[in-house]
């Protein structure tokens, strides 16, 4: 079964920069259009950014012109670049694959926390 594994999260003061992996033994995920969610405590997972298969990037507003999400088919590994970290930011990162029906019946991986607090 595909399992994501997130990676790169941690403790960042306002400001800072953090980069985020995903990966998925076993999944050619360069082959599909892949997402980052985000869930903070007491909230719903929230989209945070999708790269199609072609390099085609989106972003919620929020993140906009601070995150950039990027992926190595070389490495068949994607990544979040994130600057100008918000405490709003801090919560759980998640990665998937996006946009199909086969998509969404896979299972969420563990998430990578990622905390903004001075």
């Known amino acids: 079964q595909v399992q994501f594994v997130e990676s790169g999260g941690g403790l960042v003061q306002p400001g800072g920069s953090l980069r985020l992996s995903c990966t998925a033994p076993?999944?050619?995920?360069?082959?599909?259009?892949m997402a980052w969610y985000r869930q903070a405590a007491g909230n719903t997972r929230e989209w945070v950014s999708t790269?199609?298969?072609?390099?085609?990037?989106w972003y919620e507003d929020s993140v906009k012109g601070r995150f950039t999400i990027s992926r190595d088919k070389v490495k068949d590994t994607m990544y979040l670049q994130m600057n100008s970290l918000k405490s709003e930011d801090t919560a759980v990162y998640y990665c998937?694959?996006?946009?199909?029906?086969?998509?969404?019946?896979?299972?969420w991986g563990q998430g990578t926390q990622v905390t903004v607090s001075s």
């Open positions: 790269i199609r298969a072609d390099g085609t990037t």
């Open positions: 076993g999944f050619t995920s360069k082959r599909w259009n």
């Open positions: 998937k694959c996006a946009n199909t029906y086969f998509c969404s019946t896979l299972p």
